[in-house]
């Protein structure tokens, strides 16, 4: 089965949502922080970015869960059930009592709700558009994936910031934080729309004839996941903590939108020209050998050089991204339970740690991000070179699709 361009364009817009849903969480923290003050709770702001460091410790356990259900009764349906989970949750936030004693534990439980839902919701997409997909439309497709994550972050930053500009300090401490909330919540909608009219795989729990050992397995996906994850938090989350040792304005705004841009290019080009494993491999050597002296330049030098050093490091990052869901396919052979504990393992730690890291590396020179991003490419680069030289072409994995 192939998945038309229209229902893939269909499941990475709730892919879109969900990150807008996590995203808008960091956009609106500071209001959060307030009303935790005035209920009473001391050190509001560590409380607040305690729950988002807490909720990464559920997704393994949403891969674990909505991966069996994606393998046994379609990927299709564990979509739709990601999606009803993490727009209900959002709705929940929204109409939260701001007077409640137990504000801080609601918080966290709907936190956690999106959480265990994301943990399930990246796999099941990546197994569902890949092996689904031509395999001359690899690098599009996974452009699509993560371009519908980087919207989700940027759409967050736009809303919020102009509602900021439309309504008072008094206003949005009020009400005004409820409305990116509200707007989330449509994620009910797409599961029941978009994804409602999806096709049905034929046999979702087919997996590939192909040998290989669980444990070389789990370390393999891991391992890429650790390259995905730090590479993806380092250009856009971690993007607003490294913006005070840049001269460029608007940093991070800047940052995600070349980031969108540059996948899609990034797509295109690897269809047109190579493979989405080789390209990404050149990708992550690539990293491993200019991240540092680009974040220095990126850090330490005029505008120019710096807007130029941002361009590469991004371009950089554009094509490791792009082909890493492929590759991650490619590994994983319609395993959505093993990728999905292993990504979201990757992601817990790396995830969770790299703003610190960030944070961290900026305190004694903001060029150590450099070093940072060029470590955590290594993994990756040295799995899917491993997987390379052991497996089968990629092409011959997708061939009965």
Known sequence: MNLSWKNRLGVVTGNTLEYYDIAVFAAISPFIINILSTNGYSDAGMLVWGMFGLRFLLRPFGG?????????SGKKTALIITSSLTGLSTLSMALLPLNSEYIAFYLLALQMVQ???????????????????????????????????????????????????????????????????????????????????????????????????????????????????????????????MSKSTNIPYFSLLNSTFLFVLVIFAGYVTDQLSTTRQTYIKGCLTGVVLYFPLYWLLTNSPLTVSILSMGAITLISAFILTNLAS?????????????????????????????????????????LIGLYAAACTLPGLCATYLHSQQSTPIGRIYSAN
Do not use: C
């Open 64 to 72: 674990l869960i909505i991966g069996k259900i994606a393998d046994h």
């Open 115 to 241: 959480a265990f839902s994301f943990g399930g919701e990246f796999p099941t997409i990546i197994n569902y558009l890949m092996n689904n997909s031509p395999k001359v439309q690899h690098a599009r497709t996974g452009s699509m994936i993560v371009a519908s994550s980087i919207a989700g972050v940027i759409l967050s930053l736009l809303i919020v910031s102009i509602l900021q500009t439309i309504l008072s300090e008094q206003e949005m401490q009020s009400y005004g934080w409820r409305i990116p909330l509200l707007i989330g919540a449509l994620n009910i909608v797409v599961s029941f729309w978009f994804r409602f009219k999806l096709p049905d795989e034929i046999n979702p729990s087919v997996k590939s004839n192909a040998r290989i050992k669980a444990n070389t397995l789990w370390v393999k996906l891991f391992s890429i996941s650790v390259t995905g994850g730090a590479v993806f938090y380092i250009q856009n989350l971690a993007s607003s903590i």
């Open 327 to 367: 590759v991650l396919a490619d590994v994983a052979k319609n395993r959505t339970v093993q990728l999905g504990i292993s990504y979201n393992i990757a992601l817990s730690i790396f995830g969770g740690l790299t703003p610190l890291i960030v944070e961290i590396s900026t305190s004694y020179s903001a060029s």
